[in-house]
């Protein structure tokens, strides 16, 4: 078997492989071999065809299995020849078997880029802790007993800032309906009939409540509302839109008392008493995964100093789109619309592309150091692994692994396992120091 070389920048090999005839023709004799024990041909008993025969009547089928089993044989075997350390094959344009049964294959393939190890089992890092206080308690006890309150309705008074007003309107903008100029706008921004408003800055728009706060029950009010020009709604930015308003009633908000009788309903056994230290054991519980997960990453920030390798374009392309999904997704959930994800589009793929390069960077040199101290992934850790996945994404454990089986992504989730357990290796070893984090309550 003769290998050419030529690497390329960016951890890329380009091969050429040329196999000789004798080591194919033994490849599709194996071929033939297996195809003429089952073969049905007319005047031969089944798996008593000659394989002259087989080989003439299966020629192409023969050829495109000698052909797949040789090209993953010869690159495995050039790479152990030639003392390279494969990631992965990124294309094979060329496998072509000649008349006298010799083989060329070109394949262009991921070489693991080569680097020498930092320290990884003395590493100092810091990491923010969170102290849970009893104001941080009480908040989520507030928070916990708010669906619980009544509302009673006001009388005697005019509309404050922090009731709830019972109203109609009409928006319009230029004179035509806001429903026409803004037809994805909420709802709520359109006309609406008999709509619970709260009041509070930060109803619809900026000056929506103070607009209509000291009115009182069944007085008209119009005013117009400059809209500010980062507003999620793009049609609406910059514009003024006109409302013509008319209060039904006003209600005021009365939470019930903090008493054992709302512990129970909140968590039925509870008293007050046993729920606030539920909540702080749920709170502390929760700080403490927060500290360990900021530990790993400062841990992996901690090892990428001053660490620099090739990294495969590829790689970096896939975990790119990975990270940029997981940007808009987390986009959406607050609230961004889809025009003002689509305008961040730039600045989100720049970010996406630094993480990636981090992201890459990382799982190498923890493989690197999963191979030196000889982690790997056991079934029992694969199944576990492939048990969360099955939780997860509620896909039936047999399914997801004949699906995962015929995706042959079974190697990556294995890749996986012994990335988190050569950084459990580090966390372990390190020094970490818990630095003060500013009590935030967790609703």
Not at 24 to 34: N, R
Not at 65 to 83: C, D, H, Q, T, Y
Not at 179 to 187: G, N, Y
């Amino acid at each position: 078997m003769k290998v050419a070389l030529d690497r390329k920048p960016n951890c890329i090999i380009d091969l050429t492989i040329e196999l000789p005839p004798d080591r194919v023709a033994k490849e599709i004799g194996l071929v033939a071999g297996q195809f003429q024990k089952h073969a049905r041909i007319p005047g031969y008993r089944p798996g008593k065809a000659p394989a002259a025969v087989i080989e003439k009547r299966y020629a192409r089928e023969i050829e495109e299995e000698v052909r797949e089993n040789l090209i993953g044989e010869a690159i495995r075997e050039s790479a152990k020849k030639e003392g390279l350390k494969l990631h992965g094959v990124r294309d094979v344009p060329e496998a072509h078997i000649a008349g006298d049964k010799s083989m060329r294959i070109r394949a262009t393939v991921v070489e693991i880029p080569q680097f020498s190890l930092p320290d990884y089992k003395s590493l100092s890092v810091s990491a923010p802790k969170r102290a849970v206080t009893d104001a941080d308690v009480e908040s989520f006890l507030e928070y916990l007993r708010e669906p619980h309150s009544k509302f009673d309705p006001v009388t005697g008074r005019p509309l404050a800032m922090g009731d709830y007003a019972v109203a109609s309107y009409e928006a319009s903008v230029d004179g035509k309906p806001l429903a026409e100029t803004a037809p994805k706008a909420p709802a709520q921004l359109k006309s609406r009939r008999n709509a619970w408003i709260l009041m509070s800055e930060g109803t619809l728009f900026p000056g929506f409540a103070k607009a209509i706060e000291g009115m009182e029950p069944e007085q008209q009010r119009s005013f117009e509302l400059d809209v500010p020009e980062n507003f999620p709604v793009p049609e609406l930015r910059g514009k003024k839109v006109a409302y013509s308003l008319t209060l039904h009633g006003i209600n005021t908000k009365v939470p019930p008392a903090l008493d054992d009788e709302l512990a129970n309903r909140i968590e039925p056994g509870s008293t007050l008493d046993s729920l606030r230290k539920k909540i702080r054991e749920r709170h502390e519980e929760s700080a403490e995964a927060q500290f360990k997960s900021a530990v790993r990453k400062a841990v992996i920030e901690k090892l990428l100093e001053g660490f620099a390798c090739e990294l495969p374009e590829d790689l970096v392309h896939l975990e790119t789109k990975s990270i940029v999904k997981d940007i808009v997704m987390e986009s959406q959930a607050r609230g961004l619309s889809d025009e003002d994800i689509k305008e961040q589009t730039g600045k989100i793929v720049e970010t996406a592309e630094g993480g990636a390069k981090d992201r890459v960077r990382a799982n190498f040199l923890l493989l690197r150091i999963a191979e030196k101290e000889g982690l790997d992934a056991s079934e029992a850790e694969l199944h576990e692994a492939l048990l969360d996945m099955s939780r997860e994404y509620n896909i039936p454990l047999k399914k997801l692994v004949k699906d995962i089986g015929r995706s042959g992504s079974i190697g990556r989730i294995r890749e996986q396992i012994r990335i988190s357990k050569a950084l459990d290796l580090a966390v372990a070893n390190a020094t970490v120091a818990a630095t003060a984090e500013p009590s935030t309550p967790n609703t």
